[in-house]
């Protein structure tokens, strides 16, 4: 970033995904729906969900351990840990702090981040801004997600979407010029009721009748959010671009939130990438929320599609309305 500011990188990525599969065929059997539709509508063929015991810091502990060692660090060294999730343990206290006791992180700040499937890139320009400043030399952001305990099973229009993940890494001063080049994040609150859970805050509190009502679910205006994510997906990314004083040319390499296949690939045309340039694994994991972005940058660690000094660009959207871009120069 600009000025004296110190450079800051992601120096590790680890991810965790429950092992249970559900894939189409098996939501054939819970709903009326098909295969057919789900993949051509979506591109998601089966999703990862949590077993009944396990919760979001559950994933967010084991993620955020595999991206320390890939980092080398060890929990002493953490100065902040911050949980990007709509789906914590608890309202409170927060599942940064049980993330951080599981770890044993103990010289760590810890707090949770809602800004729904934007919520990585909110916590990783976050993040930057304490390191880059100098305030904190080692942050560990982690999107974890148990989506699986939010949605309404019976319901088509959700229920397919999707799956349960949690992705991490940690960052930490990286060689000038190297690291996060921009980042850049927006929000529409006009557009809050497109998605929403709308029970069980202080709103509307658990109470008999909402649950009865169906309340403590996911509710979803489809079409609407797919024509807001188009949108938002090539503008955010085009800004995030200019902030980093890039074209659209340089990118090497787009990972992006995975909700849609469609929109995914709208944002690539857009951005004038070919498909080999785009990381999807959404047919694999459906809609991870926050977890969605961590867990395809891990994969693409994993399988050598990032190489030092590839120019990344991250983006993504999700409820609130909320939005975030983000652009790195891979390396140390
Ligand atoms: O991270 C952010 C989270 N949300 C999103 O990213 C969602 C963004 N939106 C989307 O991805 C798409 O809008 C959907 C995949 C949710 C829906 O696709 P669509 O092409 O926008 O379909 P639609 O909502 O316009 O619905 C078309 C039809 C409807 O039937 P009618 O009213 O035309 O008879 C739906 O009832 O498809 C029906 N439908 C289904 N049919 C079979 C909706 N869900 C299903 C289903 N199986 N699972």
């Known amino acids: 970033m600009a000025g004296s500011r110190r450079s800051v990188g992601i120096v ?140 309404n099973w019976s319901d088509r229009n959700t229920c397919v979407l999707f799956g349960d993940g949690a992705g991490a890494c940690v960052l930490r001063p990286v060689t000038a010029g190297k690291g996060i080049l921009s980042h850049y ?24 009748a909402t649950v009865e009502q169906g309340l403590h679910y996911i509710e979803m205006q489809g079409a609407e959010v797919f024509k807001f994510a188009v949108r938002i997906m090539g503008e955010a990314s085009l800004e995030a671009l200019r902030r980093a004083g890039l074209a659209r040319e340089e990118v090497d390499l787009l990972v992006p ?31 991870m929320s926050a977890a969605s972005i961590p867990v395809a940058l891990e994969e693409a660690v994993s399988e050598g599609r990032i190489r030092d000094g590839d120019n990344v660009l991250l983006v993504g959207f999700g409820a609130g309305l909320t939005w975030g871009a983000a652009v790195l120069k891979w390396g140390l």
């Open 185 to 208: 994040l927006g929000a529409d609150g006009r557009g809050v009721k497109l998605l929403q859970l709308p029970a069980g805050g202080s709103r509307l509190p658990a109470s008999a």
């Open 12 to 151: 590790g990525v680890g991810s965790a995904l429950p092992e249970k599969v559900i894939t189409n065929g098996d939501l054939e059997k819970m709903v009326d729906t098909s295969n057919q539709w789900i993949t051509t509508r979506t591109g998601i063929k089966e999703r990862r969900i949590a077993s009944p015991e396990t919760a979001t810091s559950d994933l967010a502990l084991t993620a955020g351990r595999r991206a320390m060692e890939r980092a080398g660090i060890e929990p002493e060294e953490l100065d902040l840990i911050l949980v990007a999730t709509t789906t914590p343990d608890m309202a409170f206290p927060s599942t940064a702090c049980i993330v951080q006791a599981g770890l044993g992180a103990y010289n760590a700040a810890a707090f949770d981040l809602e800004a729904a499937c934007s919520g990585f890139l909110y916590g990783l320009a976050i993040g930057e801004q304490f390191i880059s400043s100098g305030v904190y030399e080692t942050v560990l952001i982690i999107g974890a997600e148990v989506l699986s305990k939010i949605v």
């Open 257 to 287: 939130h995975q909700a849609n296949h469609r929109i995914i690939m709208a944002a690539a045309k857009r951005l004038g990438l070919t498909p080999e340039q785009v990381i999807v694994n959404l047919d694999r994991y459906g809609n």
